[in-house]
């Protein structure tokens, strides 16, 4: 049972999974950011739990396939190095988990932040669609909200 799982999850399968699994994440957090799901659910450190699980069985599948785990640090070597590195797919994927992790992580901050604030959740719909899709963009989006909402820039927040 445990091998035919093992197969089932595949480096493509994983990657349908990892997408469609933060969708409810990202739904809850667009839709309902007061309720109580998306405080204990969403907003903690569960779908971290879930995605770094993710991760470790994907590192683990790099392992068992005698993934060299050193060229990883080619990335900082110039761009053709990362154009190398993505052509492999277990690389992709970890960075694809990495990249899902930081954004949901960050929609997350950026709900309690607005919250802190007490920020329109209806304004909040741009800041999170954006950084569900392209995550910098949306967080620089967020924070000139926030500037413009309460007045006052602080870099220690």
Same mark, same amino acid.
């Given at each position: 049972?445990?091998?035919?799982?093992?197969? +089932?999850?595949?480096?493509?399968?994983?990657? +349908?999974? *990892?997408?469609?699994?933060?969708?409810?994440?990202?739904?809850?957090?667009?839709?309902?950011?007061?309720?109580?799901?998306?405080?204990?659910? *969403?907003?903690?450190?569960?779908p971290i739990f879930?995605?770094?699980?993710?991760?470790?069985?994907?590192?683990?599948?790099?392992?068992?396939?005698?993934?060299?785990?050193?060229?990883? @640090?080619?990335?900082?070597?110039? =761009? $053709?190095? =990362?154009?190398?590195?993505?052509?492999?797919?277990?690389?992709?994927?970890?960075?694809?988990?990495? @990249?899902?992790?930081?954004?949901?992580?960050?929609?997350?901050?950026? *709900?309690? $932040?607005?919250?802190?604030?007490? =920020?329109?959740?209806?304004?909040?719909?741009?800041?999170?669609?954006?950084?569900?899709?392209?995550?910098?963009?949306?967080?620089f989006i967020y924070w000139l909200?926030?500037?413009?909402?309460?007045?006052?820039?602080?870099?220690? $927040?």
């Open positions: 049972m445990v091998e035919q799982i093992y197969n +089932y999850f595949s480096i493509e399968m994983l990657y +349908y999974w *990892v997408n469609f699994g933060v969708l409810p994440f990202w739904f809850v957090l667009i839709f309902f950011p007061q309720s109580n799901i998306c405080r204990y659910l *969403v907003t903690s450190i569960f879930i995605l770094g699980g993710a991760y470790i069985f994907v590192l683990y599948k790099a392992y068992l396939s005698s993934y060299t785990f050193g060229n990883n @640090f080619n990335l900082y070597l110039g =761009i $053709d190095n =990362i154009s190398e590195l993505f052509s492999n797919k277990t690389f992709l994927m970890m960075f694809w988990i990495h @990249f899902i992790s930081i954004n949901l992580f960050t929609g997350g901050w950026i *709900v309690k $932040d607005s919250q802190k604030f007490s =920020i329109n959740k209806i304004l909040m719909t741009i800041p999170l669609l954006i950084t569900y899709l392209i995550g910098p963009l949306g967080l909200i926030r500037i413009f909402h309460s007045k006052s820039i602080s870099l220690y $927040d």
